[in-house]
Each structure stands twice: as structure tokens, then as C-alpha cells.
């Protein structure tokens, strides 16, 4: 085992994983010895099924009797089959500021297309074109079980765990197609990429202090904590049920701290061949590269 492989690092806690090449991957979890242990026989993947089936807590807590894996390679996103990928807008106050928009009194709901996710080191793909595409850091929030009209006080229990999403925008699909429809710029292929893993609520203490950075280039743009959101998880999780039903596997996308591309004084956007490295504490790293 390489202790240097960016994904093996702050291996502390149990965390599921799937690995393989695009379309292959397998089901597995990192387990606290810092050895990728495979899944495969016991479930047919962390999806939907296998987290509503809630076969997958056990499966962790007897890590050892788990074949070990080779580590390396490719990991993918950790949770296949998403069937809702939500986002937050501008949940933090600062973030809002920086975009010249007022702090919102109710959170601001948009989708991103489920056909948008990929690997957390996978090609982020320039769209034809494009010259505005922008970087955020998110807290990812993973659905464990069907929640409808739920209170704030039993969000929680409804949360599977917790991951890193880089919320990949382009600017002018997202504020100028079409007035605003910040669906469309969010959408695009390569644009949502998850994990490297995806870490049990229960090996969270506290989803609403979590350190959170990125980079572009080795350069830090975004440096930020959940403590400063504007609706925590269980506001949102609890705001959400209220009109849509949340299932198990539907991933929730937070919100992004300041330091975005689109607030900088002139803007800074991506470019092909720019790097960013972001990175949620406790919840690993993610790279990628823009194409």
C-alpha cells in the first residue's frame, strides 16, 4: 500500500469506495488499516439499493473478514445509479456577497443532471467554446432513507453520509441561456465529480464544521468552513422534504465558500490544461484536470 496515493490519505475512519475503469467500476471500502477491501459478492454495488437495503454498515463493521484489493488506479464516483443531484445556491453569505446578490431567505434549489458526474480525479471537459468555467467546493450530503415532510430535528436520521463535490459551472450557460436557469450551465458532462469516497454519517461529528479548500494550479482560491453556511444540513435536508420526496442515494450539494472565479475583480476562469485540487476535512481529496 502507497501511503503517498492522494486517496489513501486521512484513511481514519470507514469509507465506500468504487474502483475500476470508466463503466467497470467495483464496489469497496477503505477500510481504517488503510487497505481497500472489495465489496464484490456482497453487494452489487453503493448504490440505491444497497443503501436502503442497509447492508452496508455491517459489511464495514467486519472489515477484516474482507478480501483485500490491490490499491491504485482509478477510483470512481462512490455512489452509482444517483437518481436526484440537487444544489444549494449561495449558502454562504459571503459567497452571496461576492456574486452581488442578496443573502437568500429560503434556500435557492437548482439540479444538476445525474449524466454530469464523474470520478473525483477524472478530465473535467471544456465545453465547446466556453469561456467562463468556474470552480466550487461543496459538502455533498447522501440521502440513506426516504424522507417526505420531515422537521430539522429528524433531518439527520435521513442522511446516509457525507463527500466532496466539485460543483463545475459554466457561467454564461448558467446566467445567460435562457434567463438564469442555472441548470444549464451546471449540467454538462464531467461537470459533477464526487468523492473520492463517500464516509458514513456516524464518522461525522459535525457536518457544520468542516474545513474545505481549492486550489487552481497549486494557487488557493477557496479556503473556507461549513460552520458559515447560511442553512446547515439538517435545514436543507428538512426544506427539501417539504416538496420533493428525497430517496435513498439522492445526493445534495451544499453550497461553495467565496473565492469562486465568477467573484474575482476582473472574473478568472479555467483554461485547458488548469488543475484544481480541492479537498473537505475528513472526506479526502479530489483532482482534476481540465480538458
Known sequence: MNNDTPWIRESHSMKFVRYGPVGQEKPGLLAPDGTLRTLVGQVHDIDAGSIASGRLAPLAARWQDLDTVEAGGRLGAPLAGVGKFIGIGLNYADHAAE????????????????????????????????????????????????????SVAQARSHVFGYLVVNDVSERDWQMHHGGS???????????????????????????????????????????????????????????????????????????????????????????????????????????????
Open 181 to 291: 436557469q442555472w441548470s444549464k450551465g451546471k449540467s454538462h458532462d464531467t461537470f459533477g465529480p464526487l468523492g473520492p469516497w463517500l464516509v458514513s454519517a456516524d464518522a461525522v461529528a459535525d457536518p457544520s464544521s468542516l474545513d474545505m479548500r481549492l486550489s487552481v494550479n497549486g494557487q488557493v482560491m477557496q479556503r473556507g468552513n461549513t460552520r458559515t453556511m447560511i442553512f446547515n444540513v439538517d435545514q436543507i435536508v428538512s426544506d427539501l422534504s417539504q416538496y420533493m420526496r428525497l430517496l435513498p442515494g439522492d445526493v445534495i450539494a451544499t453550497g461553495t465558500p467565496p473565492g469562486v472565479g465568477m467573484g474575482m475583480k476582473p472574473p478568472r476562469y479555467l483554461r485547458r490544461g488548469d488543475v484544481m485540487e480541492l479537498s473537505i476535512e475528513g472526506l479526502g481529496c479530489q483532482r482534476q484536470r481540465v480538458v
Open 99 to 150: 456574486a452581488g446578490l442578496p443573502v437568500p431567505q429560503r434556500p435557492i434549489v437548482f439540479f444538476k443532471s445525474p449524466t454530469c458526474i464523474n470520478g473525483p480525479d477524472d478530465d473535467v471537459l471544456l465545453p465547446a467554446g466556453s469561456e467562463a468555467l468556474d470552480w466550487e467546493v461543496e459538502l455533498g450530503v447522501v440521502i440513506g432513507r426516504e424522507a417526505s415532510r420531515v
